[in-house]
Structure formats: C-alpha cells, structure tokens
C-alpha cells in the first residue's frame, strides 16, 4: 500500500511540474456494472450502482491532460439461478489516472489505467447475506476508454467503460477463472 502511495505521489508530482495549468473537480455517476468473462457464467446481468469522487486535472498543452482521479465506485452483477437471483455487491475505491485529448472545443477523448482496491464484497439471496470479500482478489486493474465534454461554466459529462485487466477472483480461494469487472460509468462533474 506504501509503494501505491508513492507512486501515485509520483505521479502527481510529475504532472505538477509539466502542468501549464492545474484545476481540480468532483463528480458523480452512474454505474451500469457487470462481471465479465469466460468463467463468469451466461446468466448475469447488469446492475446498477453509483460512484463519486474528485480529480485534479494537469494542463500539459492546449489539448493534453493528465487526469487523476479517486472514486468510491458500487460494482457488481445479478445472477439468474433456479433458485431466484443473487446480487453480488462489490465496493471499490478506485484511482483512474486518464489521459485526456481535447479534440474539439470541449469535447475530449480520454483513456488510461485504473487501480482498483476493493473494501467490501458481499452476496445477497433471498434476503441473506454473506461476505464474500476474502474469495476475491483486494487489487483490480483495469483500462478506461470514452469521451467527456467540459463547458465553460465548469460543468462537465462523461461517459467511459472500463475493461477489466486482472481476474478479481483470488486464486488462492476460487478456482483461479478468468472474472473481470466490465463498468458503464455515466458521470457528471463540475470543476471548482
């Protein structure tokens, strides 16, 4: 956790340096969150859940920008069985670090990576539930991609899909199957 902080520093640090120009936000969304994957089953579903959080965005040119971002995001997936369905909450505190092309006057393209970290997993069926937390990987990585427009007033849309990199099942406790998290995030923001 030590080596995640200082690398995030790092990270921060080097875009201050190069930054021309430095504004930081909040934003909220809307989750649509499935797991994906061969091992995933055939009979899941979409759910849905929110996110928050805020970011500071790094000016390196008039049209790149370097986007860090730490978001509490509810993930998960409902799955169909001949018993009813079971929902499978799972909370992750993520750091999506973006970057950000301005194609057209607000309008921006953005990708990059994403650290996930989970803090709370649970399956709920029939009015049960159980932790699940310690059958799943702590750490998820995963790659964002989508669009976003900022107006001048500060407001801001986005919309991204992050692909999961990296199984969040733990192989130590799971059958060490492909599962990955696969995230609809529709997101509104105002710069401060």
């Known amino acids: 956790m030590k080596k995640l902080f200082f690398i995030a520093g790092m990270v921060a640090m080097t875009c201050t340096g190069f930054a021309q120009d430095m504004t930081f936000g909040a934003k909220a969304g809307l989750n649509l969150a499935n ?6 089953g055939d009979d899941n579903t979409m759910m849905m859940g929110i996110f928050a959080g805020g970011y500071a965005n790094f000016a390196m040119t008039d049209q790149l920008s370097i986007q860090p971002e730490l978001v509490f995001s509810m993930q998960g997936t409902t799955e169909e069985t001949e018993f009813g369905d079971v929902d499978y909450n799972l909370n992750y505190i993520n750091i999506p670090v973006m970057a950000m092309y301005e194609v057209m006057d607000g309008l921006n393209l953005r990708t990059g990576p994403q650290l996930g970290i989970l803090m709370s997993a649970e399956a709920d069926f029939d009015g049960e539930t159980v932790d699940i937390k310690d059958d799943l990987s702590s750490i998820d990585f995963s790659w964002g991609f989508g669009a976003g427009y900022s107006m ?5 849309f986005d919309v991204r899909y992050n692909y999961g990199l990296t199984s969040i099942e733990d192989p130590e406790e799971g059958d060490g ?3 990955f998290n696969g995230v609809i995030q529709m997101a509104v923001g105002y710069n401060f």
């Open 35 to 40: 797991i994906v994957g061969d091992d995933a």
């Open 152 to 156: 001048e007033q500060g407001l801001s």
């Open 177 to 179: 199957g492909d599962v």
